[in-house]
């Protein structure tokens, strides 16, 4: 018997393995192929957004610490001082902060009205660039602190904790002066000044008191009107 070639068919079955055979190694390289590694874009990486200020710690290093409000004045609780609050710290005698100033030169703007309608919640005391400030009592510096509203500040406990004492837009910090150190009464911390976002023209000291919650923030405190601490003293 004469056996009969058909090349038609031949060529049908090469076509058919070479498809086979291609299908095969797409499974196999998907199979066995590495773990691709990707880049995150910079839009997807997180990144602080606030707006932070820089504390002054003892050894010159920068750390971030949460900020005051617009105003100069530290963030405040809405509630009102307590008469009592008044009555103690007027039994202290405080000093007033600004060298050569008595009581009646002082005048009450506290509740002044400041950018986006917050009030000014302390006293301004005009006085030369330079003049000395001095430390109204007793008490260890909590903080000393850099800020845009403030400028060059320095925050003072009372010798228990119960009162902060706040000074803002100082020159400069007098020599020795130290965070985590302790001043005396009248001693000199710093000088008169118009850092922040005091002008240039008009150097003041800003001098703020406020009570202190349970968890002594240097920054944050319940307001009261230092006027009212001296006004007994005036004629």
Known sequence: MTRTHHPRRWRQALI??????????VVIGTWF??????????????TPTADVVAVIAPSGAAAAEPAPNTDATPAVLA???????????????LMI?????????????YTQGRAG????????????????VLAVEDG?????????????????????????YYYAHLDAYADGIAEGGSVRKG???????????????????????YKLGAEKQWWRGTPINPFLVWRDARP
Do not use: C, W
Request: hydrophobic content about 40%.
């Open 140 to 164: 260890p510096i909590a903080k000393l602190f850099l800020s845009k509203p403030g400028g060059i500040t320095l925050y003072q406990f009372d010798p228990s904790g119960e009162f902060a």
């Open 117 to 132: 309608g917050a009030l000014h919640e302390a006293l301004d005391i005009m006085a030369p660039r330079g003049t000395p």
């Open 79 to 93: 509630v009102p001082a307590d008469a009592s609050d008044l009555s103690r710290l007027r039994a202290r005698g």
């Open 33 to 46: 192929r590495p773990a691709a590694t990707t880049t995150p874009s910079p839009s997807s990486v997180n």
């Open 16 to 25: 058919l393995g070479a498809v086979l055979a291609g299908l095969a190694g």
């Open 97 to 109: 902060p600004v060298k050569g100033f008595s009581a009646p030169q002082l005048s009450d703007n």
């Open 187 to 209: 001693q000199v911390i710093g000088y008169v000044g118009s850092t922040g976002n005091a002008s240039l023209d008009a150097p003041h000291l800003h001098f703020a008191i």
